[in-house]
């Protein structure tokens, strides 16, 4: 069965971090580009950020940029997005996707796999 776990969400304040890891079950991430994708309350969904299979290209849209860093560990099957500098307006439901193709900038040009999610709130 294939499976795509977030883990490392919660709640900070403004100005704090957050990593979030998206652990594999049933597939091999290294096989897939990896984006994480988020959907704020009243707001569509947006690409956040994107890694190649391989782990050599990243790209990140401009609202987390300098602040979001994405990485992966293929021989962890894991895949992490380390969220420093928070603001209010990152609160949303980070949800980890794989892609059998590749990144279209920052998301995936598929999204084949998808995570349930995590929750990431960011208030004082």
């Known amino acids: 069965q294939l499976q795509l776990v977030e883990s490392g969400g919660g709640g900070v304040q403004p100005g704090g971090s957050l990593r979030l890891s998206c652990a594999a079950a049933?597939?091999?991430?290294?096989?897939?580009?990896i984006g994480w994708l988020r959907q704020a309350p009243g707001k569509e969904r947006e690409g956040v950020s994107c890694i190649s299979s391989k782990g050599i290209s990243t790209y990140y849209a401009d609202s987390v940029k300098g602040r979001f860093t994405i990485s992966r560990d293929n021989a962890k099957n894991t895949v992490y997005l380390q969220m420093n500098s928070l603001k209010p307006e990152d609160t949303a439901v980070y949800y980890c996707?794989?892609?059998?193709?590749?990144?279209?900038?920052?998301?995936?040009?598929?999204?084949?796999?998808w995570g349930r999610g995590t929750q990431v709130t960011v208030s004082s």
């Open positions: 996707v794989a892609g059998r193709d590749y990144c279209k900038g920052y998301t995936l040009n598929t999204l084949d796999y």
């Open positions: 049933g597939l091999t991430l290294g096989s897939y580009a």
